[in-house]
C-alpha cells in the first residue's frame, strides 16, 4: 500500500468515476484503475463498486477505511507543512468547508489574503449547508469549516455574532417600532429559511413562551424577501443574509437580542496543521479589522 494508491482511492470517490480521477490526476484511466486493484489486493477487500446507474458506491468497508485514509492523508500534508515551514515556506493546500452566507461575506477578503501574503498556501472551498460542513468535517472532507453553533464533534473558535433580526413589510404596524419582541410576533405567519436557521428561532421562541406558526419553509434567502414583500408573513433572519435589502421590505433589532455564533471549526485544534492554523489566525485577524471599520 502507498500514498499514492490512497490519494487515488479518495479522487475516485470525490470524483465520483475512474475517468475523472484519471484526467484530475494526469493519469491514464488503466493507470488509476491498476491502482485501485492493487490497493484492494494488499487489503483483501473490495472497496468500491461500480455502479451502471449510480456510477462509483462504496462498499461499508470502504466507508469505514475512507475516513481512514483521509485522515492518514491530511498527516502527510501536515508533515510536508512543518517541512516547509523548517525552511521558511509557507506552502500546503487547506480545504474550507462554508455555507452561502459566510461565503459571500467572508470567504473573499479571506482569498485576496492568503493570495497576497501566502501565494503558496492554496485554499480549496466547498460550499454547503451548516449541517454539510459539519458531515465533512466529521469524515475529513475538509480541513477546517465555518459553521453556526453548536456543535459537540469538533473544537470550534468564535469568529463573528450574527445578530438575528426581525424581517417585515415596510407597511406592516411592527415597523412603527425601533425594536420587536418575541411577543409580538406570537402567532403570527413566519416565513423560516432553511440552512441554520431553524433551530435557533425554534429555541429563541420556546425560551420567550411565544406560540411559533411556521406558515412557509424555503431555501432561499431572496425568496423569503420577497415572500414578505408580497403580504405572506414575516421572517426572523441573521445580519449577515441581509446586506441587500429589496424596496418595500423593512428590518427591526429583537428584543431581548438574539446572535448566531460563527465560528470556524477543526476536528482538533492539537492536531491541525500549521497551514490550518495560519488560517485560523488570519481569519480572526481579518474579521475583527473589518468589523472596526
Given at each position: ?25 494526469n ?30 458506491v ?35 493546500t ?34 454547503g ?96 424577501l ?53 488560517f ?14
Open positions: 500500500m502507498t500514498i499514492t494508491q490512497y490519494q487515488i482511492f479518495v479522487k475516485v470517490v470525490d470524483s465520483g468515476s475512474f475517468t475523472k480521477a484519471a484526467q484530475e490526476l493519469m491514464t484511466q488503466p493507470a488509476v484503475s491498476h491502482a485501485m486493484s492493487s490497493l484492494e489486493a494488499d487489503l483483501g477487500v473490495s472497496l468500491i463498486i461500480r455502479d451502471r446507474r449510480k456510477g462509483i462504496l462498499t461499508p468497508i470502504g466507508q469505514q477505511l475512507l475516513i481512514q485514509i483521509r485522515e492518514i492523508l491530511q498527516r502527510v500534508e501536515h508533515i510536508e507543512q512543518i517541512v516547509a515551514a523548517e525552511k521558511g515556506l509557507e506552502a500546503g487547506i480545504r474550507i468547508g462554508t455555507f452561502p452566507t459566510a461565503a459571500a461575506h467572508f470567504i473573499p477578503p479571506i482569498l485576496a489574503f492568503f493570495r497576497t501574503n501566502y501565494p503558496k498556501l492554496e485554499l480549496i472551498l466547498q460550499e449547508t451548516i449541517e454539510e460542513v459539519k458531515k465533512w468535517l466529521v469524515q475529513r472532507e475538509v480541513d477546517a469549516g465555518i459553521i453556526i453553533l453548536p456543535t459537540q464533534e469538533m473544537e470550534t473558535i468564535p469568529i463573528y455574532r450574527d445578530k438575528m433580526l426581525a424581517v417585515l413589510r415596510d407597511d406592516h404596524p411592527l415597523c412603527g417600532q425601533p425594536s420587536v419582541s418575541l411577543r409580538d410576533l406570537d402567532s403570527l405567519p413566519l416565513i423560516v429559511c432553511h440552512g441554520g436557521y431553524e433551530a435557533p428561532i425554534i429555541e429563541m421562541f420556546e425560551r420567550a413562551g411565544s406560540q411559533l406558526n411556521i406558515a412557509y419553509a424555503v431555501y432561499n434567502v431572496s425568496t423569503v420577497n415572500m414578505v414583500r408580497e403580504g405572506l408573513g414575516i421572517s426572523i433572519m441573521s445580519g449577515l443574509s441581509l446586506t441587500n435589502l429589496p424596496p418595500g421590505v423593512a428590518i427591526r433589532s429583537l428584543e431581548p437580542e438574539v446572535c448566531r455564533e460563527v465560528s470556524i471549526a477543526v476536528p482538533s485544534l492539537s492536531e491541525a496543521s500549521p497551514a490550518v492554523k495560519l485560523i489566525q488570519s481569519v480572526q485577524s481579518i474579521v475583527a479589522e473589518r468589523e472596526q471599520k
